[in-house]
C-alpha cells in the first residue's frame, strides 16, 4: 500500500472573482475520499501564466499527486497546457482521436471551425489520455519528475465523467490502496464549540481511528468523524463506536446527521408525533414559515403563518388586544404570548408560535437591537416566552431568531 499525498488546483479568475464556486475540488476530495486517498490542499489561481506556473512549482514540491481542473479550452486566458509545459520542457502533440472528434463536432452543427479549437487537442507526449465523454477538450495523466499531475477539463459535467471512468481506475491501479475513507458529522445545537470541546476533551485526546474535528456550523456546532478502514462496513462500525461515546457525554444537544438542519429535524419530528404548527411572524417576516414549507409534505404540519409587521395587523388579523399593544408595546413578552396563542386558535393548529423583536438599526418602543420574543403556545398550561439578546447586523439577527425559534421546538417536541 502507497500512502501518497494529493492536492486539488482549480484554475479560473472567475472562481476568485466569486462568479461561480468552486464545487470541483469538494466533488473529487470525497470521490477520493470513497477510495482511501487524502487530499492535503484545495487551491485557486487566476488565469495568468507567471501565477498558474508559480502554483504548479509550488505544489509539486509539497504533493504526490496534484489534479487541475479548467484552463484546457481554445482561448488565450486558458493556460494550464503552457504553464505546465514551461516547468516541465515535456512536449506537446496533437493527439488524433480528439482532433478527429472535434472536427467532427462542427461538421455536424455546420459550423466552421476557428483554429484556436485545435489548442483543445493537444496533450502532453507520453500522456495516459482520457477520454471526454461528453465535451472536447481530453483529459490527461503526466508522470513527471516522480510526481503524478492530472489535468481535466473545469466544466463540472466533464470532469466527472473522466473521474470517474478514468482517473479512479488509474489512481486506484497506482497505489495499491484497497482502503476507504468514510466522514460522518454529527450536528448539536444550544451548545458551544469551546463547551463541547471541552465535553468531548478526553475522547479528542485519545483520538486514532477515527479523528474526530470540532466544527464551528452556521446552525449550531458539529463534530467530523473521519475513519478509514478495509471496508465501507468496517469504517462505519469504527465511527459508530466513538459516535457513541460522544452521544454519551453530549447527546442531549445532538439533532441530525450530515446534511440535516434544524428546520428538517423539527418538521421531522412535527410530523412523527403528528403535530400541526402555525406562525405568528413580525421581526422574522415570514423567515420561520419559509424554512418549514421548504420541505417536502410540509402541509400536513404546516397549517400556515401571518406576517404581523404593522401593529393594526397585529391587531386587526391577528386579534391582539389593543390594551396589550397600548400599555406593554408590540415588543414585549404580553404581546408575543398572545401572538403565539392567538395564531394557534385562527389557524386550527396544535402548536403556535411567534417572533417579535427589534431588528434595527434603530431602538424601538425603547428596546435596543437585538431584543427578540419567541413565544410558543401548546395550551394554557404549557405556553411560555422566551427573551433573547442577539448581535449583529439586520439580517443577522433576524436569522438568529428564526434559528433560536427552532431551537425552542426541537426541546419541546423532541
Known sequence: MTQLKSEIIAVGTELLLGQIANTNAKWISQQLAMHGIDVYYHTVVGDNLLRVQDQFNQSAKRSDIIIVTGGLGPTDDDLTREAFQNISNVEMVEHKESMNKIETYFKKQNRGMTPNNKKQARVFAGAHVIENNVGMAPGMVVSFDNKTWIFLPG??????????????PYLGKMTGDSKVIKSTMLKFIGIGEATLEHELSTIIKHQTNPTIAPLAQEQGVAIRLTAKADTMEKAQDLIERTQNQIFEKVGTYFFGFDEQNLEGKVFGLLKEKNLTIAAAESITGG???????????????????IVCYDSKVKENVLKVASETIMNQGTVSEECALEMAVNVRKLLGSDIGISFTGVAGPDATEGKPPGTVYIAVSINQNRDYVKKFIFHGERQTIRNKAVQKGY??????VK
Do not use: Q, R
Open 155 to 168: 466544466v463540472p459535467k466533464e470532469m466527472k465523467s473522466m473521474v470517474t471512468n478514468g482517473v479512479l
Open 287 to 305: 423567515m420561520f414559515t419559509d424554512k418549514l414549507i421548504a420541505n417536502n409534505g410540509a402541509s400536513s404540519v404546516c397549517t400556515g403563518g
Open 407 to 412: 431551537e425552542l421546538l426541537l426541546k419541546y
